[in-house]
C-alpha cells in the first residue's frame, strides 16, 4: 500500500517507482488504484502516469469520479455509488494471487473516507495485512504531518513498511534538511527512498535509473539514507 501524509506529496511517482523496480528485477506486477477522484471520464488518471513511468500493463482502478475531492465526497456529489472496500480487498487478493507484487495507491491521505461510513485507506490495509509505505513531503510542517499518520496507523494496527520523501527539490531550504533526521526519529527507521522533484516527467529509461537511485535496497533500489543524511546535515548538526 502507498499513502501519503497528504495530497500531492508524490504518491503516484512513488508507486511508479516501486512498479518500475519490480517490472525490471522481473515480478510480475499489478498496480490499483481503488479510487480515482477530480478526472473525468476519458481524461488519464494517476494510473496512465504509472504505466508512462514503469511500463507496467496490469493497471486497475475500482471507481472513478470527476470532482477533486476526497473519493466519499466525489462519489455523494457525482450521485455514483463509493468505492466499497471491503469488495476492493477481495478483488486485490485475487490479483495478489495472480502477481508476486500488488502495488496499490490510497487517495490523499491515510484517513481520506471513502464512504459515508468512513471507510479508509487504512481499513484497506489493516483488511489485507499489506505493509504501508508513507510518502512524505520535505518542507516545513511534515514532521507533524508525519507524526500523526504513523500514530494513526500505530492505533489501528497498520503495519509500517518505510517513509518516502515524494519531491526532493535541487536547492533544500534549512527546514527541509533538518527534517531529514527529525523524519527517520518520528518513524524510528532510515528514509525508506527519495525521489526528485520533476521525477514525473522523465522518459521510462530515465525514471527507472532514478528509481533505482532514490529507493533503498528493500525496495530494489540503491538509496543510502546516511549518505544522504550526511550531505544535507545542516553545519551546526555536522558539527
Known amino acids: 500500500m502507498v499513502t501519503g501524509t497528504c495530497t500531492g506529496v508524490g504518491k503516484t511517482v512513488v508507486t511508479a517507482a516501486l512498479a518500475a523496480l519490480a517490472r525490471a528485477r522481473g515480478a510480475s506486477t499489478a498496480v490499483v488504484k481503488p479510487a480515482q477522484t477530480g478526472t473525468a471520464p476519458a481524461e488519464p488518471g494517476d494510473l496512465a502516469d504509472v504505466h508512462r513511468l514503469a511500463g507496467v500493463d496490469e493497471l486497475h482502478e475500482f471507481g472513478r469520479f ?32 495472480a502477481h508476486r507484487l500488488v502495488l496499490v495507491e490510497g487517495a490523499g491521505g491515510l484517513l481520506v473516507r471513502y464512504d459515508e461510513e468512513g471507510a479508509t485507506i487504512a481499513d484497506l490495509a ?54 531529514i533526521r527529525d ?9 525508506g527512498g527519495v525521489l526528485p522533484a520533476g521525477a514525473d516527467a522523465l522518459d ?18 540503491v538509496f543510502d539514507a546516511g549518505s544522504f543524511r550526511d550531505r544535507f546535515a545542516p553545519d551546526k548538526e555536522m558539527r
Open 183 to 191: 523524519l527517520e526519529t518520528i518513524a524510528a527507521r532510515p528514509l
Open 204 to 221: 521510462p529509461a530515465g525514471f527507472l535509473t532514478t528509481a533505482r537511485q532514490g529507493l533503498a535496497p528493500a525496495f530494489g533500489g
Open 66 to 97: 470527476p470532482d477533486p475531492l476526497s473519493p466519499a465526497a466525489a462519489a455523494r456529489r457525482s450521485g455514483l455509488a463509493p468505492v466499497n472496500l471491503l469488495q476492493a480487498a477481495g478483488r486485490i487478493r485475487d490479483l495478489a494471487r
Open 126 to 179: 489493516h483488511m489485507l495485512g499489506a505493509p504501508v509505505v508513507v510518502v512524505v513531503r520535505p518542507d516545513l510542517g511534515t514532521l507533524n504531518h508525519t507524526a500523526l499518520t504513523l500514530e494513526a496507523m500505530a492505533n489501528r494496527g497498520v503495519q509500517l513498511g518505510g517513509i518516502m520523501i515524494g519531491a526532493w527539490p535541487a536547492e533544500p531550504d534549512l527546514a527541509m534538511r533538518c527534517n
